[in-house]
């Protein structure tokens, strides 16, 4: 188990513990003094007086465990706010609607790939709207906020392939914004790290990919644009070259038919000419891509003609 799961999970069993006990003791008293005091054993109410001694009583003891929840909570919670010194750093950027993990020797991956019992420090960068990087397995919630770097760290306790989500509403795709977090043994990270294809549980073979797939890939297109013919948020890119399609021009239908200009054109501003039956919701495609990786796209994209 991860350091941060155990720290998590720990303070939400001691506080469900406590919560348990403390909802039967109630429970229990409360059908006692039902019983206990009912009507026809209690024909004439008596008046109680206060007890002093037993109200500091349970209120000290109600003030020291609350107290302690919260010193417990603390130190998880500052456990989480800081990395260890040695931690292997990931810039994570987020956007609508990917997320992309870069490594100091400048590996880029939609995934994010971990060695077993290492250290990660993760700096989080947002490109546009406010995500959060949520991986429910190592109990990680953390807001990325454009403008500003966010921190998260881990270090995971079992290999195998965890679910990575965005866990604030950023827009139409929002429940798409999803990533894969896959812990590998120490040597088979060495492996991937050093660029060499590895075979593993949830990892896409790697090499030998286009590079404008691999561009669609991490620049996150593929969100919304399928690559097989399947109607998604925008228009498939199988075919999509050569295509004849009715596009809204500055409030005027005209029929085009998709060349690379139009296409530079469609990166660079999507709203300019858009594709009638599709609505204005991609980002411009600068400065998230640079003009030789737009080249690389429409390149890639003439291979998806037929
Ligand atoms: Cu990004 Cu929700």
Not at 190 to 212: E, F, I
């Amino acid at each position: 188990m991860a350091v941060t799961t155990a720290a998590v999970d720990s303070t939400f069993i001691y506080i469900l513990v406590f919560s348990l006990l403390l909802f039967f003791a109630i429970v229990f008293l409360m059908v006692y003094f039902l019983v206990r005091y009912r009507r026809s054993r209690n024909p004439q109410p008596k008046e109680i007086e206060g007890h002093t001694g037993l109200e500091i009583l349970w209120i000290g003891l109600a003030t020291l465990l609350v107290l302690t929840m919260f010193f417990y909570g603390l130190a998880g919670f500052r456990l989480l706010r800081r990395a260890p010194a040695d931690s292997l750093p990931v810039k994570v950027t987020s956007r609508q609607w990917s997320w992309l993990f870069e490594y100091p020797n400048g590996l880029k991956s939609v995934d994010l790939i971990a060695p077993l019992g290492r250290n990660i420090r993760l700096e989080l960068h947002s490109e546009d709207v406010i995500h959060s990087f949520y991986v429910p397995a190592l109990r990680i919630k953390q807001d990325t906020v454009p403008g500003m770097t966010t921190q998260a760290w881990f270090r995971a306790g079992q290999t195998g392939s965890f679910d990575i989500l965005c866990a604030e509403y950023c827009g139409e795709r929002h429940s798409a914004m999803l990533a894969k977090l896959v812990v590998l043994p120490p040597q088979q990270f060495a492996q991937w790290y050093a660029g060499r294809p590895v075979q593993a549980a949830g990892l896409g073979a790697a090499s030998g990919k286009a590079v404008g797939m691999e561009l669609l890939r991490q620049k996150g297109c593929l969100a919304c644009h399928s690559t097989d013919g399947s109607r998604a948020s925008g228009p498939t890119f199988k075919g999509l070259y050569g295509r004849i399609e009715q596009v809204l021009h500055q409030g005027r239908l005209e029929t085009i038919t998709v060349d690379d200009a139009y296409l530079r054109r469609s990166i660079i501003t999507p709203a300019a000419e858009l594709v009638v039956g599709f609505r204005n919701i991609m980002p411009p495609g600068k400065p998230a891509l640079s003009d030789r990786e737009i080249e690389e796209i429409v390149a890639y994209l003439h291979e998806l003609r037929g």
